[in-house]
């Protein structure tokens, strides 16, 4: 993502997109395709990095995946990258990994990789939290609950839809130093309120923007609702799709608000860690004694 003439010159600014569409079901090839072109496009808009949704290539609820992966998906789109000259975020079905063995599940995991401008694949990340039947039916967990590198310098965190929705997996994200958190996701009918409420709530918590790419139309019985943002470490959106059709949605996120907004808010320096032991390690109720009672 280094800067060029059509780059945003100005320093620590990077222009993002999402790309919000309705992907042709279980159709790799034909998305891809479109990849390629909403990629040149996000390109002379003078984006550095393209976000797109969950499970781009063959659509989310398309029934069972054999088959419609192939081994080269990954270099398939790092091509994209490269030859456009733009980095990446793209969610797809990989084959789950080679220790999986038969009594661990199914055979593909949900994935996000992460790919430079130059076709290299800098991370991927497994989505770690399955939701409903239409994940877990298809879909082994992955055990990180998110991946981070950098981009020419940016530190740049991913997830997978659900992921995003539990709070603890961004504060340790923004924790190890993520600037900007790409999401992939398939958000359907009626959870409009995490494109809404919950995405921004996380940007503001931990000061970091974050770009959420979404689906929109039918696929099946899910409707999703659209609604992609982007969202600046305010908490405030920078650029949002609306809630029905295919849009590319570009914002300049400025990587000097982020440190700026840790330094105004600092929920993150803050924190008391010692207090929050039962996140990880339950322990019993804790009885009232007659102080805490004369206390309240």
Same mark, same amino acid.
């Given at each position: 993502?280094?800067?060029?003439?059509?780059?945003?010159p100005?320093?620590?600014?990077?222009?993002?997109?999402?790309?919000?569409?309705?992907?042709?079901p279980?159709?790799?090839?034909?998305?891809?395709?479109?990849?390629?072109?909403?990629?040149?496009?996000?390109?002379?808009?003078g984006?550095?990095?393209?976000?797109?949704p969950?499970?781009?290539?063959?659509?989310?609820?398309?029934?069972?995946?054999?088959?419609?992966?192939?081994?080269?998906?990954?270099?398939?789109?790092?091509?994209?990258?490269?030859?456009?000259?733009?980095?990446l975020?793209?969610?797809? /079905?990989? #084959?789950?990994?080679?220790?999986? %063995?038969?009594?661990?599940?199914? +055979?593909? &995991?949900?994935? $996000? @990789? =992460? *790919?430079?401008?130059?076709?290299?694949?800098?991370a991927?990340?497994?989505?770690?939290h399955?939701f409903?039947?239409?994940?877990?039916?298809?879909?082994?967990?992955?055990?990180?609950p998110?991946?981070?590198?950098?981009?020419?310098?940016i530190?740049?965190?991913?997830?997978?839809?659900?992921d995003?929705?539990f709070?603890?997996?961004?504060?340790?994200?923004?924790?190890?130093g993520?600037?900007?958190?790409?999401?992939?996701?398939?958000?359907?009918?009626?959870?409009?309120?995490?494109?809404?409420?919950?995405?921004?709530?996380?940007?503001?918590?931990?000061?970091? /923007?974050? #770009?959420?790419?979404?689906?929109c %139309?039918?696929?099946?019985?899910? +409707?999703? &609702?659209?609604? $992609? @943002? =982007? *969202?600046?470490?305010?908490?405030?959106?920078?650029?949002?799709?609306?809630?029905d059709?295919?849009?590319?949605?570009?914002?300049?996120?400025?990587?000097?608000?982020?440190?700026?907004?840790?330094?105004?808010?600092?929920?993150l320096t803050?924190?008391?860690?010692?207090?929050?032991?039962?996140?990880?390690?339950?322990?019993?109720?804790?009885?009232?004694?007659?102080?805490?009672?004369?206390?309240?």
């Open positions: 993502m280094a800067q060029d003439e059509q780059h945003d100005r320093p620590g600014v990077v222009k993002v997109a999402v790309w919000q569409f309705h992907p042709t279980r159709d790799p090839d034909t998305n891809l395709a479109r990849l390629r072109a909403v990629a040149e496009e996000a390109r002379h808009q984006a550095a990095l393209l976000v797109t969950e499970l781009t290539l063959t659509g989310y609820d398309v029934g069972e995946l054999d088959g419609l992966t192939r081994d080269d998906d990954v270099d398939r789109v790092a091509a994209v990258a490269r030859d456009v000259g733009i980095a975020v793209v969610g797809l /079905a990989l #084959a789950a990994p080679p220790d999986h %063995g038969p009594h661990h599940g199914p +055979h593909h &995991v949900n994935a $996000s @990789v =992460v *790919v430079d401008r130059d076709g290299t694949v800098r991927t990340h497994r989505k770690a399955l409903g039947d239409l994940d877990r039916s298809r879909f082994t967990p992955g055990s990180e998110f991946a981070m590198t950098e981009l020419d310098g530190r740049v965190a991913t997830m997978i839809c659900y995003v929705e709070a603890e997996g961004v504060r340790a994200a923004a924790l190890v993520a600037q900007l958190l790409a999401v992939p996701t398939a958000n359907m009918r009626p959870f409009e309120i995490v494109c809404e409420q919950v995405v921004p709530v996380r940007a503001w918590e931990n000061q970091i /923007a974050i #770009a959420y790419a979404n689906h %139309g039918r696929e099946g019985e899910t +409707h999703y &609702v659209g609604r $992609s @943002v =982007v *969202v600046g470490p305010d908490g405030r959106p920078l650029a949002v799709a609306g809630p059709d295919e849009q590319l949605v570009v914002a300049d996120v400025d990587l000097g608000a982020v440190a700026d907004a840790q330094r105004a808010n600092p929920y803050d924190r008391r860690p010692e207090l929050y032991e039962d996140l990880v390690t339950p322990r019993p109720p804790r009885r009232s004694t007659p102080s805490d009672t004369d206390m309240e």
